[in-house]
């Protein structure tokens, strides 16, 4: 029997090795973060707190866009088979000027454990074809007809992605079978593209035209995690490789990394069969796949949150009075300060997820430690260890979504979006839809629960 996380394991290398194949370029991408990665750990004894090299050598994520609910909910099931489940909410439709009319959540391990295991994680992006902004009702149906029609996940591979959910695992054959199912469903399909719906669908949206102008689905990027990406950045310049303008997410800077940091270089023409209006096929190209590396950070609690939020607002200002400036210079200022400085502080403040222990060398022997988290924390009673941010920035998502579309795509903005949140999207997958919030805040506080009774203090009062 192959286990859950060995499943998930071996289907993220050899979605790799499929799309190294695919992509040139990522080959070298991961070839300059294994290079960054071997240097920051040499040079810089921090480097791996949030991360040991081997976990973030190994450490991948993916994109994918489908087309319908159906296509969602058994993206879900092959995800479940891996151990992924959806966490998070993402409205990217609103996020950018670009039309991109998509919700998104992410497939991942949702357990410490499991994280460690194997952290790999597929963002998955569901098209909203009822979104009278981007599609009139004609358009709608027709894109609904043409969705209705493909199928992008063989019934073969659905049903052994069940039976592995429910078995925790697959016996050696089936899971022979259910992987090679799998890789392949996410390959560049060689069915050549109806070059008139897909220039349709372009004019309103790329992304529409990548999920519901072509028969099949595909990976659109798998992005490596690095320990130093400014490094990464000039490195990939270096080679010769076109990067987007800036790193998305938090500035570099002396104090603590949080969130997300993502850039990634820009898509590259490949080449693709076009059947044209009067049936012959022909090749051309499409620019839609790109490279994306990130690094990781802290995750902040919604307090955090809503200061990072209010920086990246702020930093926006500047920018507008400032054009022509380095989005991450301006923000460096503005986090210096603002920003709390450093572990502690964000613990102090409540703004950051850490797992507690109780301190191996107690420094008061036969005192009553006390009963606050700050004063546990500054007297020594307890050590805290810092939450790896596993989720997305919905603002990362569409700056990297938007800095690698060709054209803006149009959008009418009379007309109001159709609703969408999280329960509704738990409703179209028929799973729960996690909150990264809850996950995070149930890891701190079992931990701080079982530290706090290793004092001999009660469980629940948390200062
Ligand atoms: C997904 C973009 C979002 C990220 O890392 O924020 C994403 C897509 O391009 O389909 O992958
Ligand atoms: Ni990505």
Do not use: C
Not at 49 to 66: D, P, W
Not at 93 to 99: H, I, K, L, Q, V
């Amino acid at each position: 029997m192959i286990p859950t996380w060995r499943l998930r394991a071996a289907f993220a290398h050899r979605l790799s090795d499929m799309y190294g194949t695919e992509v040139p370029a990522y080959t070298t991408l991961l070839d300059v973060a294994g290079e960054v990665n071997h240097e920051a750990a040499r040079e810089n004894a921090d480097a791996e707190r949030l991360g040991s090299i081997e976990r973030v050598t190994a450490e991948r994520h993916g994109a994918i866009r489908v087309g319908t609910p159906q296509e969602m909910r058994q993206a879900a099931q092959i995800f479940a088979a891996l151990g992924m489940h959806p966490a998070g909410f993402y409205d990217l439709r609103d996020a950018a000027s670009s039309a991109i009319p998509v919700i998104s959540t992410a497939f991942r391990p949702l357990d410490a454990a499991e994280l460690a295991r194997n952290p790999f994680r597929v963002f998955t992006s569901l098209l909203t074809p009822a979104d009278r902004r981007f599609f009139d009702a004609d358009l709608q149906a027709r894109l609904e007809t043409f969705l209705s029609r493909r199928e992008i996940f063989a019934p073969e591979l659905l049903d052994l992605a069940h039976r592995a959910e429910h078995e925790a695992g697959l016996p050696r054959e089936q899971a022979e079978r259910f992987l090679t199912l799998a890789v392949a469903a996410f390959e560049l399909s060689a069915e050549p593209v109806d070059q008139t719906w897909y220039a349709e669908l372009e004019r309103v949206s790329a992304v529409a035209a990548d999920i519901g102008g072509v028969s099949s689905t595909h990976i659109n990027h798998l992005t490596p995690r690095v320990l130093d990406i400014d490094r990464l950045y000039r490195r990939m310049g270096d080679r010769g490789i076109v990067m987007i303008d800036e790193i998305q997410g938090p500035p570099r800077w002396e104090g603590p990394d949080v969130l997300l940091r993502q850039t990634s270089f820009r898509a590259l023409a490949e080449p693709r069969r076009f059947r044209r209006p009067d049936g012959g096929v022909t090749t051309g190209s499409l620019r839609v796949r790109f490279g994306e590396v990130e690094a990781r950070g802290i995750a902040l609690t919604q307090v955090g949150r809503a200061l990072y939020d209010e920086l990246i607002a702020e930093t926006d200002r500047r920018l507008a009075d400032h054009p022509g400036a380095s989005g991450q210079d301006l923000a460096r200022d503005i986090w210096r300060a603002r920003f709390p400085r450093d572990e502690r502080q964000l613990a102090a403040e409540k703004m950051a997820y850490f797992t507690y222990q109780p301190a191996t060398r107690r420094p008061h022997d036969g005192q009553r430690p006390p009963a606050d988290l700050p004063g546990l924390l500054e007297g020594g009673w307890i050590t805290a260890d810092p939450i790896v941010y596993e989720d997305f920035l919905p603002r990362s998502a569409a700056g990297i979504f938007q800095s690698n579309l060709a054209n803006e795509g149009t959008r009418d903005t009379t007309r109001s979006g159709a609703h969408y949140d999280a329960r509704r999207l738990s409703e179209t997958i028929e799973r729960p839809v996690h909150d990264p919030f809850d996950l995070y805040a149930a890891q701190q506080n079992d931990s701080l629960r079982l530290a706090r009774r290793a004092l001999g203090l009660s469980p629940s009062a948390d200062g």
